[in-house]
């Protein structure tokens, strides 16, 4: 798992075309995936994603590009922790385009978001992830433990701490 040199992790302008571009391009992947909807995105969806985005106070995103092509993104929400009084960051959505998988990528992504969350004075980082896919192995690599709020045998629950 060599990285790539040409790697670029940046955060998501949501005024930029070539971000609005990127952030369809790899929900579109997503919605493809079988861990997604195994179809494609709907048109309805594809108009609305990047104004809603936009308009949303909470969202956050990061794109991965490798030789300015759209490899990978991870869509979050900021929330809140009302037991620890401090922000939390939740990754909502997190896709490497397949044929980019096992290079590091995801990793790249999940890292930019731990060190924003910290900029942002976070606790953790959250996620939920569904119990067959692949990417749990990375997530616990990453720090994620599951907590105490699984849903049953399809969906893992997981958060790290924010260092």
């Not at 998501?12 to 929900?27: G, K, R, V, Y």
């Not at 106070?57 to 990061?62: G, H, L, N």
């Not at 300015?68 to 979050?76: D, E, F, L, M, N």
């Given at each position: 798992?060599?990285?790539?040199?040409?790697?670029?992790?940046?955060?998501?302008?949501?005024?930029?075309?070539?971000?609005?571009?990127?952030?369809?391009?790899?929900?579109?992947?997503?919605?493809?995936?079988?861990?997604?909807?195994?179809?494609?995105?709907?048109?309805?969806?594809?108009?609305?994603?990047?104004?809603?985005?936009?308009d949303h106070p909470a969202?956050?995103?990061?794109?991965?590009?490798?030789?300015?092509?759209?490899?990978?993104?991870?869509?979050?929400?900021?929330?809140?922790?009302?037991?620890?009084?401090?922000?939390?960051?939740?990754?909502?959505?997190?896709?490497?385009?397949?044929?980019?998988?096992?290079?590091?990528?995801?990793?790249?992504?999940?890292?930019?978001?731990?060190s924003h969350a910290?900029?942002?004075?976070?606790?953790?980082?959250?996620?939920?992830?569904?119990?067959?896919?692949?990417?749990?192995?990375?997530?616990?690599?990453?720090?994620?433990?599951?907590?105490?709020?699984?849903?049953?045998?399809?969906?893992?629950?997981?958060?790290?701490?924010?260092?």
């Amino acid at each position: 798992m060599a990285a790539n040199p040409s790697l670029q992790i940046v955060q998501a302008d949501f005024e930029s075309p070539e971000h609005q571009q990127a952030l369809l391009f790899t929900t579109d992947a997503y919605s493809r995936d079988p861990h997604g909807q195994n179809a494609p995105m709907s048109d309805e969806t594809a108009a609305a994603l990047v104004p809603m985005l936009k308009d949303h106070p909470a969202a956050i995103a990061f794109l991965a590009f490798i030789d300015g092509k759209p490899v990978g993104s991870a869509i979050c929400a900021l929330s809140f922790s009302t037991f620890k009084a401090k922000p939390i960051l939740n990754i909502h959505d997190l896709v490497v385009i397949p044929g980019h998988r096992g290079f590091g990528i995801g990793n790249s992504l999940v890292e930019a978001v731990k060190s924003h969350a910290k900029q942002l004075g976070c606790c953790f980082v959250s996620l939920e992830v569904a119990e067959d896919n692949e990417a749990r192995s990375l997530y616990k690599r990453l720090g994620f433990k599951g907590t105490d709020k699984d849903d049953g045998p399809r969906t893992f629950f997981c958060r790290a701490p924010v260092e």
